[in-house]
């Protein structure tokens, strides 16, 4: 193969990755990362609209019964209902962000917007989780009265708004990370209202007042739980790490199963964005393989099997990199890449 032929297998990130208009952009026609279930990006703006409403007023008239109750369930539930609302327009302002197209220093656009928006979801169901879980152990040991009745007639009430409000945003596209953070908190925010109802009919029934700080302490496990989980999946991104269903060992042997590929390393695995999973690799093939046949099977395969569309694939002889003059200090049986980031796949023996 020739050195243009070789030139050519070398491939700019933007020939595929970013829907220029060449043949190998068989992965942007239909693999619709921002909306998989077919919703638009207005729809899904509508849908997130339309909870924001119920909540910010649900929220305002839950602050007034909470201190005329003296709850603290009921003013905890007030305050995650506000983190709902934030992470809600959060979500709307991640999403306006998002279908911003690239441009300038930002060659992915602003697609982690919405993992930024996620990342900072997760934070404040933690912090919130911090601060309630404090006030309910100071209400365990020095419990104040509360009007079980009020606390029951608005938990019920709430249980009915958040229940809308979880609808609304399952209507749009729960695949954004975005979406889901916003999602978490609603859901969250429905559970600690079913625990507050329970919560209010102890008071009315029993009289043990106690029984609104336990409430809220079971809510405080359910965001610990759901923070964390956000502030890892965003993390994970932002460390650029696999997608945490793929093993990056698995999809090198893979690849280098695939003959006349020899050897496959320089092998990287990230997420853009919210189901945006890519991928790049230097791969060696036997020196009578097509360069451009095996890159074409090895992204069929890589879209088949893994559902990557964003590759860039580096393919060469392997005769010719092992013709290549190595630098001062390497070793000339294996000059090219002597510094290869990451394992290194090949032929029989896998060395990872």
């Not at 320089?266 to 189901?275: A, E, F, K, R």
């Not at 069929?300 to 393919?315: A, F, P, S």
Request: proline share 4%; with cysteine; aromatic share 4%.
């Amino acid at each position: 193969m020739s050195g243009l032929d070789h030139a050519h297998d070398r491939r700019a990130p933007h020939d595929h990755d970013h829907g220029h208009a060449t043949g190998h952009d068989h992965g942007h026609g239909g693999h619709g990362h921002g909306h998989g279930h077919g919703v638009s990006a207005d729809a899904d703006r509508r849908w997130l609209a339309i909870a924001l409403g119920l909540i910010g007023t649900f929220m305002a008239i839950e602050v007034v019964i909470g201190i005329v109750a003296q709850s603290l369930a009921l003013i905890s539930d007030a305050a995650h209902m506000l983190t709902d609302a934030v992470s809600i327009v959060l979500a709307l302002i991640a999403m306006r962000l998002a279908a911003r197209p690239a441009r300038g220093g930002f060659t992915y656009g602003l697609k982690r917007a919405e993992i930024l928006s996620a990342q900072a979801n997760g934070l404040t169901l933690l912090l919130l989780a911090l601060w309630l879980a404090y006030e309910a152990v100071r209400r365990l040991l020095d419990p104040p009265p509360v009007a079980g009745g009020l606390v029951l007639v608005t938990a019920l009430a709430g249980i009915v708004v958040n229940v809308a409000a979880a609808w609304c945003i399952s209507k749009a596209n729960r695949s954004s990370l975005a979406v889901e953070g916003a999602y978490q908190h609603i859901l969250n925010d429905l559970f600690a209202f079913i625990g507050t109802a329970v919560a209010g009919l102890i008071v009315l029934t029993t009289g043990f007042v106690q029984a609104d700080a336990i409430a809220t302490l079971v809510v405080v496990v359910l965001m610990v739980k759901a923070g964390y989980g956000l502030v890892r999946e965003s993390g994970r991104i932002f460390l650029e790490a696999a997608p945490a269903h793929m093993d990056p060992d698995t999809v090198g042997d893979r690849l280098v199963g695939h003959p006349p590929v020899t050897e496959v390393h320089d092998l990287h695995i990230w997420t853009i964005t919210s189901g945006q999973a890519a991928l790049s690799a230097h791969v060696l093939v036997e020196p009578a393989g097509d360069c451009h046949a095996v890159r074409r099977d090895l992204e069929r395969l890589l879209e088949k099997e893994y559902g990557i569309t964003h590759t860039t694939l580096q393919v060469d002889h392997v005769q010719e990199a092992l013709l290549t003059v190595g630098r001062p200090g390497e070793d000339p049986a294996d000059p090219h890449c002597a510094d290869a980031h990451g394992p290194v796949h090949r032929q029989g023996p896998h060395d990872h």
